[in-house]
């Protein structure tokens, strides 16, 4: 399984956010796209969920170009947004039955991605009560409903705390080992150890990252724009 992606191109009046977005990922890896705020990295995860239209290039899957045929990226890439696209006046349970089959969810809940994400432990607890970390494993519980083969995560670490990360951490491990392909926007430097490709979105431009686990290189030359 190999996705690559091809001549992403995204502007905004003049504003020119997306130029030439090219690279490829094989089954179980994991790439990390880093970045300044602001850089394009929503944009350009959004663009590849079909949430957002790019205006140009081409996203392949299996020798499918999803963007050309949007209503195939639900059935095999799951998306998880920095803002949870959760329901705030429902409980876990009753945000999951909105995508989940009853008979689906049981079986999810008891050995499957769901028991991963240890979601049974707040199936009760209202959306608007719930910790960071809570609403991000049961965002990533609903996404993977089809069970897809890619997952695209923005700052998926952002603002939890270490247990909550470490939960999620060994998910994405899990499904990465399984053949998933992972794809994540972050800041995090444990999200990085995840990760077997890293990249630089500057200027609208991707470039290859070598990380060798230095962190506060890595932050300096965000910083400073190196």
Not at 66 to 91: A, D, K, T
Not at 114 to 125: A, H, M, P
Request: proline share 4%.
């Amino acid at each position: 399984m190999q996705i690559e992606v091809t001549g992403i191109r995204k502007a905004y009046s003049r504003k020119r956010v997306l130029t030439d977005i090219s690279f490829s990922m094989e089954s179980g890896s994991c790439t990390a796209i880093l970045g300044s705020n602001g850089s394009g990295k929503s944009t350009l995860l959004s663009i590849l969920a079909g949430v957002r239209r790019g205006d140009g290039g081409s996203f392949l899957y299996q020798g499918t170009d999803l963007l050309r045929h949007p209503r195939l990226i639900p059935q095999v890439l799951g998306y998880v947004p920095q803002g949870e696209p959760l329901m705030e006046e429902l409980n876990a349970w009753d945000n999951l039955r909105m995508w989940y089959d009853r008979e689906t969810l049981e079986r999810e809940l008891a050995e499957g991605a769901l028991k991963l994400l240890g979601i049974g432990d707040f199936l009760k607890t209202p959306v608007r009560k719930m910790s960071g970390g809570m609403k991000k494993r049961l965002s990533i519980g609903c996404a993977v409903v089809s069970h897809p083969g890619i997952l695209v995560l923005d700052e998926p670490s952002a603002a939890l705390d270490p247990v909550c990360k470490e939960n999620i951490r060994s998910y994405l491990d899990i499904y990465r080992k399984d053949g998933g392909i992972v794809l994540m926007a972050t800041h995090d430097a444990q999200d990085l150890e995840l990760c077997n490709a890293c990249y630089i979105l500057r200027e609208g431009t991707l470039h290859p990252y070598p990380y060798d686990g230095d962190f506060h290189r890595l932050a300096k030359e965000l910083r400073e724009g190196i």
